[in-house]
């Protein structure tokens, strides 16, 4: 059974920084494609960023030069580190995992992130 656990959410003043991890287990994590998506209310889901296994990145426009996402394949875990932090970043982020095997999608609970002063 595929799981993954966030972590690292919370409340963050305007140009202020935060970091998130997220553990994964049940799935082949060196090969999977990791993301953060995020969704503030009242808005669709969007992807943040995303890693590939060969590290290859990408980014939301609106979040480039800002935040990084890493991986730790010896840990099973995903990070993104969230620097200048905008008060239109509050929402709920979400890992997401995606085997390449069967192409699978797999989401964590979600945790929030609630830039103001």
């Known amino acids: 059974q595929v799981r993954l656990v966030e972590s690292g959410g919370g409340l963050v003043q305007p140009g202020g920084s935060l970091g998130l991890s997220c553990t994964a287990s049940?799935?082949?994590?060196?090969?999977?494609?990791m993301s953060w998506f995020r969704q503030a209310p009242g808005k669709e889901r969007e992807l943040v960023a995303r890693?590939?296994?060969?590290?290859?990145?990408n980014y939301a426009d609106s979040v480039k030069g800002r935040f990084t996402i890493t991986r730790d394949n010896a840990k099973n875990t995903v990070y993104m580190q969230m620097n200048s932090l905008k008060p239109e970043g509050t929402a709920v982020y979400y890992c997401?995992?995606?085997?390449?095997?069967?192409?699978?999608?797999?989401w964590g609970q979600g945790t929030q992130v609630t830039v103001s002063s």
């Open positions: 997401s995992a995606r085997t390449i095997t069967t192409w699978t999608d797999y």
């Open positions: 049940g799935l082949t994590f060196s090969s999977s494609i």
């Open positions: 890693i590939t296994g060969t590290r290859g990145t």
